[in-house]
């Protein structure tokens, strides 16, 4: 299940509640933001929030 949260900023990662099978994504401001933010939570060491 993929979660978006309103009122959320370019600066938010995506969150991931594994236990629970949720992504929670913040409303990005454009294709090019959320890809970039995806692509560093999946990189070791940086992670996602939450």
Do not use: N, W
């Not at 309103?6 to 929670?24: A, F, Q, V, Y």
Request: glycine share 6%; hydrophobic share 30%; charged share 25%.
């Amino acid at each position: 299940m993929i979660l978006i949260q309103e009122g959320s900023h370019d600066e938010h990662r995506p969150e991931s509640l594994t236990c629970h099978s949720i992504l929670e994504l913040p409303l990005y401001s454009s294709k090019e933001v959320m890809r970039d933010r995806l692509t560093t939570a999946l990189i070791p060491d940086r992670g996602f929030s939450g």
